[in-house]
């Protein structure tokens, strides 16, 4: 399984983005599907997740109400919607799966992840 995510960019502060993971290869049906992000100078920390087979979500504190995560079955695709943009959302972007339906934030527990997209809020 390979991941994809894209969809970053430059967007000033209050602005909207919506980043895109694509799986792709074998039959993908993970667990779990999650977002993750990764500050200069800091660890990579968990944004939000979503159960593939129920779309029930979690979200770390500082995403609720502002970060929608949901996903396409159809296209294999998992969406974060992120609005009301802060400068300290400033990050590398990641999504990642897991095979597990338990909503799990540690990065070690993850079984595939992607390459990043960079989201850059200016104040």
């Known amino acids: 399984v390979q991941l994809q995510a894209s969809g970053g960019g430059l967007v000033q502060a209050g602005g909207s983005l919506r980043l895109s993971c694509a799986a792709s290869g074998r039959t993908f049906s993970p667990g779990t599907v999650g977002w993750f992000r990764q500050a200069p100078g800091k660890e990579r920390e968990f944004v939000a997740a979503?159960?593939?087979?129920?779309?029930?979500?979690y979200y770390e504190d500082s995403a609720k109400g502002r970060f929608t995560i949901s996903r396409d079955n159809a296209k294999n695709a998992v969406y974060l919607q992120m609005n009301s943009l802060k400068p300290e959302d400033t990050a590398v972007y990641y999504c990642?799966?897991?095979?597990?339906?338990?909503?799990?934030?540690?990065?070690?527990?993850?079984?595939?992840w992607g390459p990043g997209t960079q989201v850059t809020v200016s104040s």
């Open positions: 979503i159960r593939w087979s129920t779309t029930s979500t």
């Open positions: 990642a799966a897991r095979k597990s339906i338990v909503f799990i934030t540690r990065t070690s527990d993850y079984d595939y």
